[in-house]
C-alpha cells in the first residue's frame, strides 16, 4: 500500500512538474499579441542609425534562450525581425559594452537603460525612452527579467 502511495506521488510530481514547465515555454507563444507587419519594421530599418544581428552562437545562449535576426535602431525606436526562443517576460536593453553571459550582464545592468518588454518573438517594434540616446551605448541585449536569464545580445558600435 505504501508502495503505490509514493509511486503514484512520484508519477504524478514528475506529470504535475512537466505540465508547468511547458505552460511556462507555452504561454508566452498564446498570450503573445500580434507583431507589426514585415512592411512597418521594413519601414523603421530604413530610418535606422545603427543596424545588427542578433546570432544563436552566443555563450549563454542555448536550445531554450536564444534570438536570430536583424535588429535596426533609429533614434526614436529598435525593431527587429528574426526569431526568438518564446519566454515570459523579456526586455530589450540599450548597453555600454557587448556581453554574452548572464554573470557579464548582471555587471553592467546599473549602466544599461531598459527600452521595454518584447513580447513577440518573430517581430517587434520599441520605443527608445524619452531622454535615451543610443549613440551612448554599444550593443543591445534581450533579458528575461523573471529568471535572470541572457537570452541573445549584439554589438552596434
Given at each position: 500500500?505504501?508502495?503505490?502511495l509514493?509511486?503514484?506521488?512520484?508519477?504524478h510530481?514528475?506529470?504535475l512538474?512537466?505540465?508547468f514547465?511547458?505552460?511556462?515555454?507555452?504561454?508566452?507563444?498564446?498570450i503573445?499579441?500580434?507583431?507589426?507587419s514585415?512592411?512597418?519594421?521594413a519601414?523603421?530599418?530604413?530610418?535606422a542609425?545603427?543596424?545588427?544581428?542578433?546570432?544563436?552562437?552566443?555563450?549563454?545562449?542555448d536550445?531554450?534562450?536564444?534570438?536570430?535576426g536583424?535588429v535596426?535602431?533609429?533614434a526614436?525606436?529598435?525593431?527587429?525581425?528574426?526569431?526568438?526562443?518564446?519566454g515570459?517576460?523579456?526586455?530589450?536593453?540599450?548597453t555600454?559594452?557587448?556581453?554574452?553571459?548572464?554573470?557579464?550582464?548582471?555587471?553592467?545592468?546599473?549602466?544599461?537603460?531598459?527600452?521595454?518588454?518584447?513580447?513577440?518573438?518573430?517581430?517587434?517594434?520599441?520605443?527608445i525612452?524619452?531622454?535615451?540616446?543610443?549613440?551612448?551605448?554599444?550593443?543591445?541585449?534581450?533579458?528575461?527579467?523573471?529568471f535572470?536569464?541572457?537570452?541573445t545580445?549584439?554589438?552596434?558600435r
Open positions: 500500500m505504501v508502495g503505490k509514493i509511486r503514484f506521488l512520484i508519477t510530481g514528475i506529470a512538474a512537466i505540465g514547465a511547458l505552460g511556462i515555454y507555452l504561454l508566452p507563444i498564446l503573445a499579441p500580434e507583431g507589426p514585415d512592411a512597418e519594421v519601414a523603421n530599418a530604413q530610418q542609425m545603427f543596424e545588427t544581428t542578433f546570432v544563436r552562437e552566443l555563450t549563454d545562449s536550445f531554450l534562450h536564444w534570438g536570430e536583424e535596426s535602431i533609429s526614436r525606436r529598435v525593431s527587429f525581425s528574426g526569431a526568438m526562443a518564446p515570459p517576460d523579456y526586455r530589450l536593453y540599450l555600454p559594452e557587448f556581453v554574452q553571459t548572464e554573470a557579464g550582464f548582471n555587471a553592467i545592468k546599473n549602466q544599461s537603460v531598459e527600452v521595454g518588454p518584447v513580447k513577440t518573438f518573430d517581430r517587434f517594434i520599441l520605443e525612452p524619452a531622454g535615451v540616446n543610443p549613440e551612448d551605448y554599444r550593443a543591445v541585449l534581450v533579458w528575461c527579467e523573471s535572470g536569464e541572457f537570452i545580445a549584439a554589438s552596434y
